[in-house]
């Protein structure tokens, strides 16, 4: 399967990445980081089950051919888009938090 990220996924996952490495160190720079590799981890996990079985993504109601995935926990509060333009094609097109305004960021 032939896998593409949008620069807009790819954003959203680098920056999410480091709002865990480097906002969340209430319990100091060390498990900042070592979280931030848990959900780089838990999103890379997400997206191999989302390659094996694309159908397997909820239908998002406000854009047709779109779906989304909630990423492995503990970080399920956050949200993969993704849609399969054809059979032999993912485009991963956003990662984002749960509680955002999602029918105006996802396009």
Do not use: C
Not at 29 to 56: C, G, K, M, N, W
């Amino acid at each position: 399967m032939n896998l593409v990220r949008r620069d807009g996924f790819v954003a959203a996952l680098r920056n999410g990445i480091l709002w865990y490495s480097t906002a969340v160190q209430e319990h100091g720079p060390e498990a900042a980081e070592l979280l931030a590799h848990r959900f780089a981890h838990a999103v890379d996990q997400t997206i191999d089950r989302v390659v094996r079985r694309p159908s397997s993504g909820v239908v998002w109601p406000h854009r047709p051919g779109y779906r989304f995935s909630l990423v492995e926990k503990p970080f399920d509060g956050w949200l993969i888009f993704y849609r399969q333009p054809d059979p032999m094609t993912l485009e991963l097109v956003d990662i984002i938090r749960g509680e955002r305004d999602l029918p105006k960021r996802v396009k």
